[in-house]
């Protein structure tokens, strides 16, 4: 009966140091060398460490008026010039690039061609800005002033 009570203990220990070690780890998930999916929380606090933040919304116009993070570029993924679109933009390929849709499918979709065209480091927001929404984040509404 001891013995039991013993691996129990040992288990329910492991499982404390594992849960308690494990925030950050399921917040951030490291895909590859300089490659990140962030959960909402901790992709807004990686924005706001940043001065000049680069983000991307892939999302529909639509999408983009209805609500998003301040500052983010509006870049449809359903453009047909898409890669080109970004490329006009003038990111700083060296930089950190963030970028986000809805639910965090397109953007994790758009990864290869962020570094197909030589984006270096890119933080993708997990779960979209659906999480970003649930935990009552700020969004900005409207269109892009438009650059003539």
């Given amino acids: ?19 308690s070690s494990g925030q950050f780890v399921s917040d ?7 490659l990140r999916n962030a959960r909402a929380k901790i992709f807004a606090q990686l924005i706001n460490r940043k001065k000049h933040p680069q ?23 359903y453009d047909r010039n898409f890669a080109d679109n970004i490329e006009k933009a003038g990111f700083d390929k060296l930089g950190v690039i ?19 065209l030589g984006f270096k480091h890119i933080i ?8 970003w929404n649930r935990l009552g984040l700020p969004l900005e509404t409207g269109m892009p002033a438009m650059n003539n």
């Fill in 98 to 116: 963030f970028i986000y849709c809805r639910s965090g499918q397109r953007s994790a979709n758009s990864i290869p061609i962020f570094k197909k």
């Fill in 124 to 131: 993708n927001l997990n779960y979209g800005i659906n999480e």
């Fill in 28 to 34: 951030v998930h490291k895909l590859e060398p300089n």
């Fill in 1 to 19: 009966m001891k013995k039991i009570q013993f691996n129990f203990l040992i288990l329910f220990l492991f499982g404390i140091i594992r849960l």
């Fill in 55 to 77: 983000i991307i919304d892939i999302r529909t116009p639509e999408e983009y008026a209805s609500g998003h993070i301040k500052n983010a570029v509006l870049i449809n993924y």
